[in-house]
């Protein structure tokens, strides 16, 4: 036991609670006034709730190897469609809610048309659906804000609403985080869904419906970011056809951060919470210390190359990784021959 | 030219990383080169010194094949530049056909490699290696060359080998086959536990002693599966007019408790046949197959889901193996639903499964939870093994399942596979070494052409009918 929880402290495992830590210590020194205070914890995560979301709905699809561009854009989809059922009908909340996260999930089915069925790369195919999707919401609202009294209803209080300290986009990160946790930690689909993404045609040959995984995956991802967008909606109080073209790049960085974190390489949810929060953690403590905007996405950049290196020698020890193998598709596990560069297996696989 | 042979797990691979700078030896180890005590780690590096050095010819080969040959040399060998950097191509086509002239291939030095033969790939390779050094110094290290070479092509690259010898090259062979050892080399060296065994000149050895050396103690050279002829009252399985890309209309049968091989070239479309049966749905085929006890229905090859084959794939790192996952992970890919069809995955029943089919396959391993990796290839085939077995397939379908196995465990392996056919499976083995279609199976088809041109069985089915069948010959009993 004690072994054990030797083993899930480690250093190795979750160096991000670590670097966490040393962090908190080092803004209470820098900006003892404002950072140290339950506030500033309250606005961390209150802040990072929805961004913590698009992050959480790119795991599943990372895992089984997919990427999934369009996130972003399914959340502006979701949230403008949403704010403008409600502002331009009758009809109940509820429903408006319903409407924009099936259109969320006809996106995620038309990723799993276009990258499983017409077999495009998921890198290129998602990043033409997320521009399709994007000129969708642009053509129907002409790039104008959709926004009216009736958004402060019942429509606000999805993200606004508090529930001891905390608003409830935090609470709905934390059970979508569970239910990712739970299927990939604790169903056969979970293994299975890691099965593909280290090694597609192994995992098919094994008798696993690929396919099926790597569509389900893309409607799943589309799914959670359509439930992200209409809070993000909510808590903006309008639809903006921009909404979410800031996620992309801070909920990827989430993501990869978080599978350096706890599970050994592989992309997993609580690295990921562990990855929005330290990221999250910094930003906000350089906000605080009045440090400007590039300030803060050089930290972002410093992490992500920090940790992802450190894990790669990690891994080099450990001789194994997910994340390397994902990074390098179907080419084979050992490269045996270190003067004479990847052979040929390892050129991406483009389908 | 020195052969170095032993077990996986012998430290053959570990023995050739070392020389090649991949692994750091440990203190305490010297070596010598020319006589001269040098480095380990200078040993693998080019451009140092008289130009003595170990070239590597890998066994995964090391090339690039989208590229042509004139590139993949210049990639070892370095770019023929202008002072602006730009590539002179003419210079460095010129520099290819020199490299090449000596191997007297023919073909196109501007196609891709992947247009050419697996033996014109491995002269590539050799070529590659051998570029720039003086010829009487340095040793070249090819390591199991053949192990992916169809027989006809084997012969090939040895003419080459024996004329690399006569120029003066010293020549590090690492084999598993036993036959290649005799044909080629002039001494032997037997690794065996990380411990040098003997080291002495192939003349005036025997092929028994040398797999007495291997194994430690007595073992048969030639195993043959015990097993019954299968009776020919039902088939399990019917193949009618298979039709693929290198097949042309193959028809056979499967019977219960049968294991059949299929021998032939990969032109022949030995390769692609187990594929067709198993995993057709993307391939642009044509066939019919059925299962006379499921449905008499001929179902179309394509739109055929496979249920009750199982396929183990040719190539265990690309297709076999999922290199990041453990032991367990690997063995009970294809039993999940045994253990949660749908909702939580029991971890209790998965471990006692993964514990008892490590125990069946006799896989050495510190655990279920090691890393596939940290197993030799042919532990790592055995957990492939498992992983087919446990889902009580009607048909197996075996590609190359020994292809990097040592001889100990290959009979492991044999035995494992006839005991399950004792008890009812069918088996269809596709193989490359003649070897295992001796040792395992009770009936082989041939192909030729991409159709099935002869059936051996019984007293019939050795090595020698069989590669006087796979030559193209008329075999001598046609069915």
Known sequence: MTDRLKNALSVGKISGLYV????????????????????????ILNNNAIGAMAGLALIVPLAAGVF?????????????????????????????VVIA?????????????????????????????????????????????????????????????QLIDFTLPVFYTLIVATVIWLLLEHTATGRRIYATGFNRDATRLAGVRTERIRFGALVLSSTIAGFAGIALASQLGSGLSTAGDSYLLGAFAAVFLGATQL????????????????????????????????????????????????????VRKAGASSMRSWLRRGSPPEPTNPDHGPAAASAPSTT | MHALIGHNGSGKSTLIKVLAGYHHADPGASVFLDGQPTTFDSLGHRGHGSGTRLNFVHQDLGLVLELDT??????????????????????????????????????????????????????????GALQGWSSDHGVLVLDEPTAVLPPHEVGRLFEIIRGLRERGAGILYVSHRLDEVFELADRVTVLRGGQRVIARPVEGLTKQELVVHMLGDEARAHYRADLAPASKASAVLEVRG??????????????????????????????????LITDARRAAVAGSVRMPDVSTDWVDVDSWRGDGLVILPPDRAREGILSPMSVGENLSLSSLDRFGPTGRLDKAAER???????????????????PITTLSGGNQQKVLFGRVLAVEPRVLVMCEPTAGVDIGA???????????????????????????????????????????????????????????AMEGAEPEVAA
């Not at chain 1, 350089?286 to 450190?310: C, M």
């Not at chain 2, 399950?420 to 082989?444: F, H, K, P, W, Y």
Request: proline fraction near 4%; include cysteine.
């Open chain 1, 20 to 43: 966490l830590l040393a962090m908190i210590v080092l803004f209470s020194i820098w900006v003892p006034e404002t950072f140290p205070k339950w506030d500033t914890a309250r606005q």
């Open chain 1, 101 to 161: 996260m099936s259109a969320a999930i006809g996106v995620g089915v038309i990723n799993g048309i276009v990258v499983v069925v017409l077999k495009i790369d998921s890198l290129i195919g998602t990043l033409a659906t997320g521009f399709l999707v994007q000129a969708l919401v642009k053509w129907r609202t002409g790039s104008k804000v959709v926004t009216s009294g009736e958004l402060a209803g019942g429509f606000s209080r999805i993200a606004r609403r």
């Open chain 2, 352 to 370: 006692e499964f993964v514990n008892e089919w490590i125990d069946r396959m006799t896989v050495i391993t510190s655990g279920p939870d090691a």
């Open chain 1, 263 to 314: 599970k050994n390489g592989r992309f997993n949810a609580w690295g990921t919470m562990i990855g929005v929060v330290l990221l999250g953690t910094g930003t906000t403590g350089l906000g605080l210390a009045n440090q400007p905007q590039w300030v803060q996405d050089t930290f972002r950049g410093v992490v992500l190359i920090a940790s992802l290196a450190l894990t790669g020698l990690q």
């Open chain 2, 242 to 275: 298979l039709t693929g890309r290198f097949l042309r209309g193959a028809s056979f049968a499967v019977y219960p408790g049968e294991v059949l091989g299929v021998a032939g070239l990969p032109i022949d479309g030995r390769d692609e046949l187990p594929r």
């Open chain 2, 410 to 468: 290959r009979q492991a392996i044999y035995e494992l596979v006839a005991e399950q056919v004792r008890q009812g499976l069918s088996v269809i083995v596709s193989s490359s070494d003649v070897g295992d279609l001796e040792a395992l199976c009770t009936r082989v088809i041939v192909l030729h052409g991409g159709v099935v041109v002869g059936e051996l069985e019984g007293d019939l089915l050795n090595e020698h009918e069989l590669l006087h």
């Open chain 2, 70 to 127: 004139i590139d993949n040399l210049a990639l070892h060998g370095g770019f023929a530049r202008t002072r602006l950097g730009r590539v002179r191509w003419r210079e460095q086509q010129r520099r290819a056909r020199e490299l090449m002239a000596p191997f007297a291939v023919g073909f196109d030095i501007h196609q891709p490699l992947s247009k050419v033969t697996p033996v014109e790939r491995t002269i590539v390779a050799v070529a």
């Open chain 1, 68 to 96: 999934d561009i369009s996130v972003p854009y399914v959340m502006t989809l979701s949230g403008v469609m949403c704010a403008y059922t409600v502002v331009n009908t009758d009809l109940p909340l509820w429903l408006a």
